[in-house]
């Protein structure tokens, strides 16, 4: 059974510019959560879909945004990049939704210059 | 506000010298609590949901318990590839996930 999915591994980005990270679940599951994790700040929470819904949300400006598609493939946006948005982003997967035995992608690495 | 707190932050064992690292939480409306392996480089890997006081959970060499403020993550004879960071998380009613910094666990041989 293949993974969680993200692409791409690696992301080098200007300040101002924007970027889009994808994540495929694990065939089957319907909800996708997606983290930012720092070495200042942890792991920290930015939204859940499900269903192509957006269920939840964490404490994060509006110009962190995500959507998914009816193959519950999820993509997240980050417009008007800043310095402190470098950070590794993570996607988790789960067939019920957020926390419930979620399986988490490699990451992307998203660095902000 | 919900708070998880890990202690230690870093804990050093030789092999086979067991240990348990703890989670704290204050939230309001506990609905789990959830333990992870995270490895450099890599994604968290999950390790056992938790959802009522009194519950424990076992793998291999790691034992979760839980009792209505905190969580034990008990490491029984680790061995070198137990390395990693533990992260500890509590879902609370409206679904957010909060997540602990973390214990990162050194196993020498």
């Known amino acids: 059974k293949a993974g969680v999915t993200q692409t791409p591994r690696y992301l080098i980005k200007t300040r101002g510019q924007q970027v889009t990270l994808s994540c495929s679940p694990i065939s089957g599951h319907r909800s996708v959560s997606w983290y930012q994790q720092t070495p200042g700040q942890g792991l920290q929470f930015l939204f859940e879909y499900f269903s192509e819904t957006q269920r939840n949300k964490g404490n994060f400006p509006g110009r962190f945004s995500g959507r998914q598609f009816s193959n519950s493939r999820s993509e997240m946006n980050v417009s008007t990049l800043e310095l402190g948005d470098s950070a590794l982003y993570l996607c988790a997967s789960s067939a019920q939704g957020a926390g419930t035995e979620a399986f988490f992608g490699q990451g992307t690495r998203l660095t902000v210059v | 506000e919900d708070q998880v707190t890990q202690s230690p932050e870093a804990l050093r064992l030789q092999e086979g010298e067991s240990s348990s690292l703890n989670c704290s939480y204050t939230v309001s409306g506990l609905r789990g609590l959830f333990w992870y392996r995270q490895d450099p480089g890599k994604g968290p890997e999950f390790l056992f949901t938790?959802?009522?006081a009194g519950e424990e959970k076992e793998k291999e060499r790691l034992k979760a318990t839980l009792t209505k403020k905190e969580s034990f993550l008990h490491i029984t004879a680790p061995k070198p590839e137990d390395s990693a960071t533990y992260l500890c998380?509590?879902?609370?009613?409206?679904?957010?996930?909060?997540f602990g910094a973390g214990t990162r666990l050194t196993v020498k041989p």
């Open positions: 938790l959802y009522s």
């Open positions: 998380a509590v879902q609370v009613d409206n679904n957010d996930m909060r």
